[in-house]
């Protein structure tokens, strides 16, 4: 499990756009540093230490699973996107975007690339306004005393003033849900999204049983003897496992991935099973299904069926190396026409078909800024 650590950020722009320089650097720290739990105001100050336009300044609290060295790398990453250029001189010079690092945790960090506590901070009064707008109870490692009787102490007298504008903060995607469901066909990818997503957001995951099953090796050898005992065995099992699991939030987990969804059980029974079974396995869905609790996002991951059928052979499970491409397309139209029916179901569609995220971490980035727009 990675650990969340809390940060505090200075921002600071005088050039072009300010308003947009600050809130472009939101959204990026949001998206490749971790979540923004607050935002200060914005204040005007004037440039200090040599002649040019007034600065917005802003300070951040976020929460990052990176390391020190690999957050301070993001940072700089983010303020190149963003046109700021450095210069090699010590002097102060004008930027379209400034970000620092004030506090992480409470560590206490001297190495060439990084030293925090900053060591300005507590003379600039630029940055403990905003700082003890959202901090003011937070102790400075080093001074031991509360940033909000810091300023008492402060020697900068510069003029500093509190703008009306606001920016905007990007709600994290565990603030947005509480549980999402992956869905997806066979070898799409659907459990090594999902235990990814519970690795980054420190999410409780809900993974399906399927190697439990004894009838799932036998089904493919002999489809029409296996299949009413494995779909029944397989609802079973998935009611069991969402109705235990969904009903116990974890303490210090606020975010449940499943990946999958009791539907499947349906899809899947639709394509397997003879009509009178089909029936009967119906009647005994319906009564389980309207007591699971519906997912906040559904998420199906689409894969056309030859990427599929590579994937399931790379993976290796003896019994699924026959599936052909003709129940790959049965399962997939399944899904289908089950999403274009369920009009009450959040429901997001993505192709990952070019897709590696596994293996990718800016293919990986890419769908978790979907499934968070």
């Not at 200060?40 to 300044?57: L, Q, R, V």
């Not at 002097?91 to 560590?107: A, H, M, N, V």
């Not at 210090?252 to 009791?262: A, G, M, P």
Request: hydrophobic share 40%; aromatic share 10%.
């Amino acid at each position: 499990m990675k650990i969340q650590r809390i940060t505090y950020l200075s921002l600071g722009s005088n050039q072009g756009d300010k308003l947009k320089n600050l809130q472009k650097a939101i959204y990026l720290i949001a998206e490749k540093v971790g979540p923004v739990l607050k935002i200060s105001s914005i204040y005007k100050t004037p440039a200090i230490g040599f002649k040019g336009e007034d600065f917005f300044n802003i300070c951040l609290k976020i929460s990052t699973y990176l390391p020190p060295e690999a957050l301070i790398k993001n940072i700089l990453e983010i303020e190149n996107d963003l046109g700021r250029v450095r210069v090699t001189s010590d002097e102060y010079s004008d930027r379209t975007i400034d970000i620092d690092i004030l506090l992480f945790d409470d560590e206490i960090i001297f190495s060439p690339e990084l030293i925090v506590p900053h060591p300005r901070m507590l003379d600039r009064k630029f940055v403990l306004v905003p700082l003890i707008e959202i901090a003011s109870k937070v102790i400075h490692p080093v001074k031991k005393v509360h940033l909000g009787k810091c300023l008492d102490s402060c020697s900068d007298n510069s003029e500093i003033k509190k703008i009306s504008e606001l920016l905007d903060r990007p709600i994290p995607l565990t603030e947005k849900y509480n549980y999402i469901a992956i869905e997806g066909n066979i070898g799409a990818g659907k459990t090594s999204l999902a235990k990814m997503m519970s690795d980054e957001f420190n999410a409780k995951t809900v993974l399906e049983r399927f190697a439990d099953n004894p009838f799932l090796p036998k089904f493919y050898e002999d489809k029409e003897r296996y299949a009413f005992p494995l779909e029944m065995s397989f609802l079973a099992d998935r009611y069991q496992q969402l109705s235990d699991d969904l009903a116990q939030f974890d303490l210090f987990k606020n975010l449940i991935v499943s990946d999958y969804y009791i539907f499947k059980s349906l899809i899947f029974a639709q394509v397997t099973l003879q009509k009178e079974e089909y029936v009967l396995y119906r009647k005994m869905f319906d009564l389980m299904y309207r007591e699971i609790t519906k997912p906040d996002l559904y998420v199906y991951l689409y894969q056309n069926t030859d990427r599929l059928l590579k994937n399931i052979q790379k993976r290796g499970r003896d019994y699924e190396q026959n599936i052909s491409s003709d129940y790959l397309n049965k399962i997939h139209n399944g899904y289908s026409s089950f999403i274009n029916t369920q009009q009450d179901l959040n429901t997001l569609i993505i192709d990952v078909s070019d897709l590696d995220f596994v293996n990718n971490v800016n293919d990986y980035q890419l769908i978790i800024k979907r499934i968070n727009s």
